[in-house]
């Protein structure tokens, strides 16, 4: 329910190109399976990321670990940090980008 309450505050903050990329991707990942819940989840992951590299939002970094659906690689060193965290990968604030890939790995 939480969840569903921000989702809605960040889409009233949306902009025309915003919500055409947000319909864009919820539409790709209910075509490839994902249920709505986790397509309108991805989808505003998605434009929320976009909208912090472009600097229109306040919040710089995420507490996410990035769209489950793109390569490590694709993912900022902080998503994989707090994707090391949720596997309990010990280290993990010493490690650069190539060894948190690496853990994230041979941890799956």
Known sequence: MFRDNVLRDNMSEMNDKDQRQYEHVLQSELDRGKSK???KEIAARTVNK???EEGRTPKKTTEGTGNP???LEDRTVHELRNRAAELNISGRSDMNKEKLIQAIRDRN
């Open 50 to 52: 976009q909208r912090r």
């Open 69 to 71: 659906n793109s390569r």
């Open 37 to 39: 819940q986790q397509a």
